[in-house]
């Protein structure tokens, strides 16, 4: 019976942790790109940024699986080195990745653009590299910003459930995430089980969103003149 319990809380954490370290950085890079960009194909790059965060799950799972099926230009591309991500535990961290993404990548960017570029730009005068300003000048001063978005990310990656579903399945001790294991668990008639899964979904969201909470009443409050 505790099986029933550690594993789908096993395989949420892999998946969480590893997911919000991936959008993490990649939120980061497309945020602070897209934050300085003023090409004229930013409207166009970001609303492909910001799709999945529209897109019902289900589509955006339907959308992986043909990207990443057997017959999928990515999927052809991955059988040659003799990589499987469809109805693998991988296959939750893709998902996943894909629909915290907008988030991380929506709420960071907007922290970036509140950084004064006066500041960049005096630090750039002494002679600072770009690397090193962006570590020492913008990532300070963005930080609330892009805490807020991590805590944020962290949540929505432990709540996925469709893309997921439909690019990972349902394998016990596999694929089967607490979202995925609450539904089948409701499905087969097994009520008990889904209410513990969900008391375990609602207090780590709550207490995310307490942490969210505290971060932002705690955060300094930065300005920046455009």
């Known amino acids: 019976m505790t099986e029933s319990y550690l594993a789908p809380l096993w395989i949420s954490c892999k ?12 939120g980061i890079a497309a945020a602070r790109w897209m934050a300085r960009y003023h090409g004229k194909f930013k409207s166009l790059i970001d609303g492909i940024f910001l799709l ?5 799950p ?20 991955l059988s040659l080195v003799d990589v499987t991500i469809v109805f693998s535990w991988p296959a939750t961290v893709v998902a996943a990745v894909i629909m915290t993404f907008p ?3 929506m ?21 600072a590299s770009e690397w090193k300003i962006f570590w020492t000048v913008t990532m300070p001063m963005a930080w609330p910003a892009v805490i807020a978005a991590t805590i944020l990310a962290f949540a929505r990656a432990l709540g996925e459930f469709g893309a997921t579903l439909i690019l990972a399945g349902n394998i016990p ?5 607490i979202p995925v294991a609450i539904y089948f668990n409701i499905q087969s008639g097994h009520n008990d089980r889904a209410i513990i899964l969900v008391l375990i979904v609602l207090a780590i969201s709550f207490i995310s969103l307490a942490a969210l909470a505290y971060w932002k ?3 300094p409050k930065t300005t920046g003149v455009r």
Do not use: C, H, W
């Open 52 to 56: 999945p965060l529209v897109l019902p």
């Open 107 to 127: 709420s960071t960017r907007a922290g970036f653009e509140q950084v004064d570029i006066n500041v960049e730009d005096a630090a750039r005068t002494l002679g």
């Open 103 to 105: 988030l991380m990548y």
């Open 217 to 219: 009443l705690r955060a």
């Open 173 to 177: 001790g596999k694929t089967a995430t």
């Open 15 to 26: 998946t969480v942790l590893t997911t919000t370290v991936i959008t993490f950085f990649i």
């Open 58 to 77: 289900t589509v955006v799972g339907f959308g992986l699986l043909l990207l990443f099926g057997k017959n999928g230009p990515l999927g052809q591309l």
